[in-house]
């Protein structure tokens, strides 16, 4: 039983590349979601999705593709890298229904553009 | 909107001490969650204990324990007889407790060093 597995730990890009960061979890949870984390910012929501098919945006969305087209997977785009996209990423998953935690992190994915 | 703040970007405590870390947080929901994780230097996010606004008495996990106060909006965390495995980032995170809601508000973490 892997839980979240985020792909890959660590990544440097060039300003102007794309890339795919990949999350894929084997424990059936609809609710899936992406975070990124910088220094004295605390963990900021990114997208989420509620279900395949469904996503929405969370705080910081600008730069960020996603897309859910399966329950096992939630691929984070970044479609033109920027300086300001430098930060440790994290999928995070649960169970949907009312609050109340249940989250399950990936181990995270730390990214450099240069 | 929902906002946690820790007001303590960095707290050091001696190995068998006691630290408390705190947590103020603004919401006008009246139903919601409060947590306290813990993440070392190897990323991971670990969950150390949990708190239901609806319930009065103060979660405590072991040697961590918060001092939930509603009103003041106010959760910080104790960890007793600190232990040089308790060395890690602390963040405070909110989420709300309806249907659908689904969010977690993180405050901007507390580095917790242990001298021993």
């Known amino acids: 039983n892997a839980g979240v597995t985020q792909t890959p730990k660590f990544q440097v890009l060039k300003t102007g590349q794309s890339m795919t960061l990949q999350c894929a979890q084997d424990?059936?949870?609809?609710?899936m979601s992406w975070y990124r984390q910088d220094p004295g910012m605390g963990l900021r929501l990114i997208h989420y999705s509620v279900g395949a098919g469904i996503t929405d945006q969370g705080e910081v969305p600008n730069g960020y593709n996603v897309s859910r087209s399966t329950t096992e997977d939630f691929p984070l785009r970044l479609l033109s890298a920027a300086p300001s996209q430098t930060s440790v990423y994290f999928c995070?998953?649960?169970?949907?229904?009312?609050?109340?935690?249940?989250?399950?992190f990936g181990s995270g994915t730390r990214l450099t553009v240069v | 909107a929902q906002t946690v703040t820790q007001s303590q970007p960095e707290m050091s405590v001696q190995e068998a001490e006691t630290v408390t870390l705190s947590c103020t947080y603004d919401t006008s929901e009246s139903d919601y969650y409060l947590f306290w994780y813990k993440q070392p230097p190897s990323r991971q996010m670990i969950l150390v204990i949990r708190q239901e606004a609806y319930k009065q008495q103060n979660a405590t996990e072991n040697r961590f324990s918060v001092n939930f106060q509603k009103a003041a909006k106010s959760f910080s965390l104790k960890i007793s007889d600190s232990q040089l495995g308790d060395a890690a980032m602390y963040f405070c995170a909110y989420e709300k407790g309806l249907q659908g809601a689904q969010k977690l508000v993180f405050g901007q973490g507390t580095r917790l060093t242990i001298n021993p």
């Open positions: 424990m059936n949870h609809e609710y």
């Open positions: 995070a998953t649960r169970y949907s229904g009312t609050g109340g935690g249940g989250y399950t």
